[in-house]
């Protein structure tokens, strides 16, 4: 039986359509059984009505507080019964007690090279530090703010003359390679968070996951 996944998305969604792609494939050990957003605007929800799965909007300016809106949230992604939560664009903090629900089984994709750059504007700056290398991190989420232990990320040199525009083009064709990825090793029952380290296929993973060179 395929991996049922609930994605979470605020914005474009084109992390989820690479993961729908992905999907479509004969093969995929994985498929998408929700796609929700705290924004009713996010195009994400178009992609998952283009792909016949439910777009649902929990929109966290309804609640009195982030933990009355986590709870809903929670409510809403356990009626589909997902064995993982994938975090695709989705601009909120999440509060402790979410995290815990979902503890080894919620994972989130952050535009850099964890543990650098964590939180946002993660291309400027790369730049203005000097870097040599940037790229994306997957990574299972823990309650320290980008802070989880790395399942796998994708090192993209920088360039003579890039823009944080630039950069951010080249760093996004990555994420839509390594999230189905990691989503598929997760999946394949291949891929577990144990103590705050990852394991995939039994083997202890270095502190920066599997590293791929683009």
Request: charged share 20%.
């Amino acid at each position: 039986m395929s991996c049922k996944v609930v994605v979470l998305i605020s914005g474009s969604g084109s992390n989820l359509q690479a993961l729908l792609d992905t999907t479509a494939q004969a093969d995929a050990p994985f498929s998408v059984c929700a796609v929700i957003s705290n924004k009713a605007e996010a195009y994400g929800l178009n992609r998952a009505t283009q792909a016949g799965i439910p777009g649902i909007v929990v929109d966290h300016r309804s609640f009195p507080n982030r933990g009355a809106f986590d709870q809903a949230l929670i409510k809403e992604i356990d009626q589909h019964k997902p064995s993982l939560v994938v975090l695709a664009g989705f601009m909120r903090i999440l509060t402790p007690e979410f995290v815990r629900h979902y503890g080894g089984r919620l994972i989130n994709i952050h535009p850099s090279l964890l543990p650098k750059y964590q939180g946002l504007n993660t291309h400027q700056r790369a730049l203005e530090a000097g870097d040599k290398t940037h790229g994306v991190t997957v990574h299972f989420v823990t309650e320290e703010l980008d802070g989880g232990p790395s399942i796998v990320q994708a090192i993209v040199p920088i360039k003579e003359g890039d823009t944080p525009a630039l950069l951010a083009k080249r760093v996004q064709r990555q994420e839509h390679t390594i999230y189905p990825m990691a989503v598929s090793w997760f999946a394949q029952q291949r891929l577990q968070m144990a103590d705050d380290r990852v394991l995939l296929d039994g083997e202890l993973l270095p502190h920066c996951g599997v590293q791929i060179s683009a």
